[in-house]
Structures are given as C-alpha cells and as structure tokens.
C-alpha cells in the first residue's frame, strides 16, 4: 500500500503495534418529523479493530454483513474515513489490520455508513500520540462533514436521542434522556434503498403551512421520547419527506400506514426501506411484532422481513486502545 503520496508529505507516521477497537450502535435518524436533525442509537452494533503495522501492507478482514459485496482494499470508506482523520490531525499511517465485524444491515437505513465513519474516525484519533487526540466534538465535526449531515453520526457517537444542528459549516449537537418505557422496533426487509435516490423524491421547497406543522410535530416528539410516550404517535406525523419517498418504497410505506392506522408510532427509518416503531412499553412492543409479522405475511409474502426489538444505546461509540 502506497504511503508516501502527496497528500502525505510532511505528515508524522503513527506508532505501529498500536490495537484499537471501537464499537458503534446502529442509528435511526428522522424519527418521522426530524428531517437532518434527530436519531436515535440502538442497541445493534457493528465493531472495528485496527492494528498498525510494522510493513506497509494494508489487510482486510470482513464479517456479516456486506461481507460479500464491500471491497477490501483502500477504496472501503472505513479506511477513506481513517485517511481522513489522520491528516486532519497532521499524521499518516503505514500498515494497518483491519477487521469489520458488522451486524447493522446495509442500505436499509440504520445508519451503516455512519457507524463506519464514527468507528474509522475514532480509531484514526486514538491512535495518534494522546497530545494529538481529540474530543467527541472534533469527531462529529469531521464525521458530519464525510457524511454531509449530523442525525446520524451524533447519536453513532454520543448515544441516545440526539437533536443537531449545522450553523454555516459548523455542526453541533446535543443528547437527551429516553424515557424508559420507549421500545424501538424495526422491521427490515430484504430490498435495499440508497440514501441518495430517496434524497433524490424530495421536492426543491415546501410550503409554509406543511413546515409550520412539521415544526410542532417535532416539538412533540421530543417530549414524547423523553417525557410523555403516550404523545408518540402524534409526534411522529410528518408532513416534509414520507410522502414523497414512499413510491420508492411500496412496501414499507403500505406498512408504515397499516400500522399508524393500527395506533402504532411507525415511520421510515432514515431514509429508508427499514420502518421503525416506537412502541411505549413492553406490551405495545410485542403488539407491534405481531401485527408486522401478520401484515407482511398476508400482504408481502415475496418479501422477507426482519423484525427486531431492540433498546436504545445510552453509550455511542466505546474505543479501546491498547499496544502490543
């Protein structure tokens, strides 16, 4: 592996025999009316081991999901993220081992290309002399800017809800409490949805009246999550992005709609095709399961779905370093 390019010229080399894991929850960003600006950590997580080498070889080894389709070489946007991290930082690496063992569905929008960035950016700062390192704050500014915008990478990182924002180029952003009752549920089917043709559906601009509706829409639901569940499902009523995504996502949509019929508070998990619940409470989780499994057996039977209850990530990203 080449590591003397230009762009590395005058940049110091990392130490080699450094061991850095970092583990990373899915995300859900959106949230139903918090377009670019809200998602949740779930407890479903992807890991990364990086070890730097004394050769200037790059190996990679990768497991679960988009094990056969991803690339092992350093066009992988694990090793692009890192790339970029260490310049920022005024370093550059030789060798390096690096072993993904991803969980998190790919495409299906649980925030896989963020956990990746959050993970690749966060092993590149641990492992350059601790006088270099720096906070979780640089991480979401670097990481936003690989990913063009904050819902999923802050709550990658921080854990929790997380509510951001940008100001110019500057992207900040801030955690809440989930109230202990709230379960999120997802359902993800076997057909993929890239972020940049969902993108692509939404109209230039929106009307006043549907983005005053939104605005009180997402103030509801931040109450909801972190005070008063009951206030879930209308909290979670979108009038900026669903709509105009739903022809590139029949199924999901037919379910999305069957189940807010049903009293459930589901949406389109980020940008899509996997449909988040939050259900408040156990008993609303199970229901929510049993109707998924129900409806898409009678209505998408050419269509596998994987239904998951899972928890909210309190952590983010959790690094360890250690050295041979």
Known sequence: M?????????LQPIEAGQIVTVRVPATTANLGPGYDSLGLALALHDTLTVESLETDELLFELRGEGAETLPRDASHLVIRAMEAAFERLGFRHGGLKVTADNVNPHGRGLGSSASAVVAAVSAANAMV????RR???????????IEGHPDNVAP???GGLA???????????TSATVADSVIPVVAVPDYELSTEAARALLPASVGHHAAAMNAGRAALLIHALTHNPEFLLAGTEDYLHQSYRAEAMRPSAALIGALRAAGHAA?????????????????????AVAFIGQFTAANTPDIAWRVLKLAVDVEGAKVELHRR
């Open 2 to 10: 080449e590591t003397t390019s230009p762009a590395a010229v005058g």
């Open 129 to 132: 002399p601790e006088a270099y």
């Open 135 to 145: 906070g979780r704050d640089w991480v979401l500014q670097l990481t936003s800017e």
């Open 156 to 158: 990658a990182i921080f």
């Open 163 to 173: 509510l951001s924002w940008q100001d110019s180029e500057q992207y900040s952003s």
């Open 267 to 287: 949406v389109v998990s980020g940008a899509g095709p996997t449909v988040l619940v939050l259900a408040n409470g156990e008993a609303e989780a199970a229901a």
